[in-house]
């Protein structure tokens, strides 16, 4: 296949044949000739000299019959590739080869004689980029020659450099691949901290408490008070710490995802919700066979931590409506970031939607953290991690959450997950 001519430079080019140490034109290619023999040079000459009409390119000559002479045309002029004669005067071989890449390692083609092909092809393995053979080379197989073997090297350094880069990327991922590994561990141990060493000291406050009050709590009303408020922190403090633990360990393995009807959990959620306050009038909205792929326990919390703060914040409510249902990018009045590069049209859109008190959107960029109450925490119980733990969730399923609210008009929380095309 004939190798694409280089990129023509602009500048005005000189004739082949002309023995020259500059540099060459941007409209040329500057060769260095190394041959001893009179006769196969005047032909190369004679070969390059000759504008085809398929050609724009013209080739700058410089000819030189030693390898002395061609290390110092080398150290004086820039050039595009070197045509070399393996057997010259002052340098017989392999060895003249290695002489010249020693000092320029720029694209060579070697002439070789019919019985020199093996020594040939030896060039090439060591560095030369192709060869020609005397008595058969033409026109057309010289310029392929001259202009593959420049392609070839410039492909080469390219693949050269991309491997550097590569094992510089390699490096970088190994690292962090070590960190994170590290911050695993670091994990794991704040994980055992939560689960042992945090827990049963509030066990043990709990019990304490629970027989204070009933050695003491008769006898003292201020002690049972006291004592009540006690156990109070602890069962917000122990809270705070299951809360953790999930959020945690959330993403640390693999999703296990099956078909979930998320309709089904709704409404399994919203039973349990009216079982535990059945004095509440709450009029669940829940669209019917809802079903999507993913971890079943996974999606189950972040449900239950949605459909838990919809229930929290409409408990002032007479008459309290949650609806969850399934709507397109069209029709969500409040889109995300870079919706249009995120989310398909045709991509189902979840949500939950509440007409409770609503929350300012002034402070929407910190619903998402860790311990950020949409509300007053001395009106409202929780432990702030509900939504960071949603979140997490619905990222580690490939989708995206967001939010719509007006105080004392309810909020709608929008998510996506992992969509197929």
């Given amino acids: 296949m004939m190798a694409k001519s280089p990129k023509p430079k602009q500048s005005s080019p000189q004739q082949a044949g002309e023995s020259s140490a500059s540099s060459p034109s941007a409209a040329s290619i500057h060769v260095l000739l190394v041959e001893d023999n009179p006769g196969d040079a005047f032909l190369i000459q004679g070969m390059l000299g000759v504008q085809r009409s398929t050609d724009s390119i013209h080739y700058q000559l410089t000819h030189v019959d030693k390898l002395k002479d061609a290390i110092k045309a080398l150290q004086k002029s820039d050039f595009n590739v070197i045509l070399l004669d393996l057997s010259l005067p002052d340098s017989h071989g392999l060895a003249t080869l290695e002489k010249v890449l020693a000092h320029a390692p720029l694209p060579i083609v070697v002439f070789t004689g019919l019985d020199d092909e093996t020594v040939a092809m030896q060039a090439v393995h060591q560095g030369a980029q192709d060869f020609l053979v005397k008595g058969q080379v033409t026109q057309g197989s010289l310029v392929h020659a001259i202009r593959y073997s420049i392609e070839r090297q410039q492909n080469e350094l390219a693949l050269k450099q991309k491997t550097i880069e590569l094992e510089r990327l390699n490096k970088e991922l190994r690292k962090r691949s070590l960190e994170l590994e590290a911050a695993n561990t670091e994990l794991e141990a704040f994980n055992y901290t939560v689960s042992h060493d945090l827990r049963n000291p509030l066990t043990g406050i709990k019990t304490g408490c629970a027989l204070l009050a009933a050695y003491l709590g008769e006898k003292d009303p201020r002690l049972q008070k006291y004592l009540g408020t006690i156990q109070d922190y602890t069962r917000h403090m122990a809270t705070l710490l299951e809360g953790l633990l999930q959020l945690s360990n959330i993403g640390r393995n693999p999703i296990q995802s099956q078909s979930v009807n998320l309709s089904t959990t709704i409404q399994t959620i919203a ?116 939504l960071s733990t949603v979140q997490r969730i619905i990222h580690c399923h490939g989708g995206q959450i967001w939010f719509n609210a007006t105080v004392n008009q309810g909020a709608t929380f929008y998510w996506t997950l992992a969509h197929k095309i």
Avoid: C
């Avoid at 249009?340 to 929350?359: K, L, M, S």
């Fill in 271 to 386: 039973r349990q919700l009216l079982q535990q306050e059945p004095e509440r009038n709450v009029k669940f909205v829940i669209a019917p066979q809802i079903n999507v792929e993913g971890d079943t326990h996974l999606l189950w919390v972040a449900l239950e931590n949605l459909l838990g703060n919809a229930w929290k914040y409409t408990s002032a409510l007479d008459h309290a409506q949650i609806e969850f249902g399934q709507t397109t990018l069209a029709n969500v009045n409040l889109e995300p970031l870079n919706a249009a590069e995120t989310i398909a049209p045709n991509q189902p859109i979840y949500f939950v939607r509440d007409n409770g008190i609503g929350f300012d959107m002034g402070h929407a960029d910190r619903i998402f953290l860790p311990f950020q109450r949409l509300s007053d925490s001395a009106d409202f119980a929780g432990s702030g991690i509900g």
